[in-house]
């Protein structure tokens, strides 16, 4: 049974040392690709901090209008 379809190991062995280089290409994958997830987290975080932002900023503004600019804002 050693030469079946469903036999997952090889059938010549590999040369030596050949494995490390899909080890290291695994590694530096999941390193890439870690950093990238951060960095996507760290993006979202900042997007999310702008519009509260925004959102106070808005409502000064409406305040500030209300008070010294003699009127109801006119923006909703």
Known sequence: MANSDFSTTPMQPAPFGAGIFQVMMDLQMAAAKSAWLVQRQQWEAMGAWQHS?????????????CRFGGGVPLDG
């Open 53 to 65: 932002i925004a959102a106070v900023q808005r409502e000064l503004m409406d305040q500030w209008i």
